[in-house]
């Protein structure tokens, strides 16, 4: 076995262009598979800790108002109250458009929505400065607002400045009670649009803004993710009962988004790396090729060693090892490069893709099998070969 083995490098350093050449479809085939399956597997992380950052335990209530059928704000916080053990949030969703000001600075991209005081835990931010929206804003439709830390630096220089200071939303003053900590980690990313560049004020005082009567978005959060089927089943009752007809309203949890996304980006990554596997299919072919080239080149080498009594099946390892070696050496040169390639790419993407434990061990496992399947008929064509024959073989 050892000098079968010291064969096969010795032959696959002589003929160093003709190995490349074999070992090319087995690296380029290795290297596809662990790429297109990193890439996939980081980018379905990213879509999960995304989906996890706006709460995999959230459900998203909205309803189509009718003049003689809707759903008063009290009617969703009774039901609510009646199902405590469901759910651990809630609160009315009202979104504006308005313009943002102070002095001569305005801010066009901010989102300014109206929400309960129970809003800053469903996202799970943090007060930095001041102090959150409050019940008693609601009630008394307070023009109070807690603003992000991008709104705040941009209008009044830091997040502290901005404390108490008045912000105006379509002309109307609020005061600024409250300030959250920053969100977006990147400088880069600390723009128009991110996490930060926000203004919340009290349901009660958007709904006015809005100059609509009905309230007709809601975000619920379940007290336990493993019962956010019961939740949206209770959700759907309620509003069947008022509404009377299934077409009026929608409700969506994001785990059940969550769980469907990975089924598809599991079933694409199946998929991806299948079609990258096709090269090693081809690879083997090659190799295979290339193993009848060797093994009718070296025809008077067999005969001689038949003739000095070396056996069937030294002839049929020696090849057979040759082929694997082959494969061997180039699906680690393919997991070098697929590693530092998915690495690479990852970044540029702006993900994190580290080459998966999973793709390294089946491309080499299949790379190495390559090796030995299409090895196989080369060398036993060479085991099979007559010594006479071979001997006259030119």
Known sequence: MLQSFKMALKSIWGNKMRSFLTMLGIIIGVASVIILVSIVNGYMSYMVESFTSMGVNRITVRYTALPSRSIDVDEFYEFYGENAELFEQMTPNVQVSVTV???????????????????????????????????????SRQKTAVVGAYVATELYGSSENALGEEIKLNGDSYTIVGVAERQTENA????DGCTDDFVWIPYSRAVKMS?????????????????????????????????????????????????????????????????????????????????????????????IRKALGAKRRVILQQFVIEAAVTSTIGGMIGIVFGAAACTGIGALMGISAPP???????????????????????????????????????
């Open 101 to 139: 000001k102070h002095d001569s600075d305005s801010m066009d991209a901010t989102t300014v929505g109206g929400y309960s005081e129970e809003y800053l835990d469903i996202m799970g931010y943090q007060i930095e400065y001041g102090r959150n929206l409050l019940y008693s804003d609601m009630a």
């Open 188 to 191: 880069s990313d600390f723009d």
């Open 211 to 303: 100059r609509n009567a009905v309230i007709n978005n809601y975000i619920f959060t379940s007290s336990d993710i493993s019962r956010t089927e019961e939740c949206t089943t209770a959700i759907k009752d309620f509003l069947y009962g008022k509404m009377k007809n299934s077409n009026l309203y929608s409700v969506t949890a994001m785990s059940s988004l969550m769980d469907s996304l990975n089924e598809q980006i599991a079933m694409m990554s199946m998929m991806l790396g299948g079609i990258a596997g096709i090269s090693l299919l081809v690879a083997g072919v090659g190799v295979m090729n290339i193993m009848l080239v060797s093994v009718t080149e070296r025809t008077r080498e067999i005969g």
């Open 356 to 394: 998966t434990l999973t793709a390294v061990v089946v491309s080499f496992s299949v790379s190495v099998g390559i090796g030995l399947i299409f090895g196989y008929m080369p060398a036993s064509r060479a085991a099979r070969l007559n010594p006479i024959d071979a001997l006259r073989s030119d």
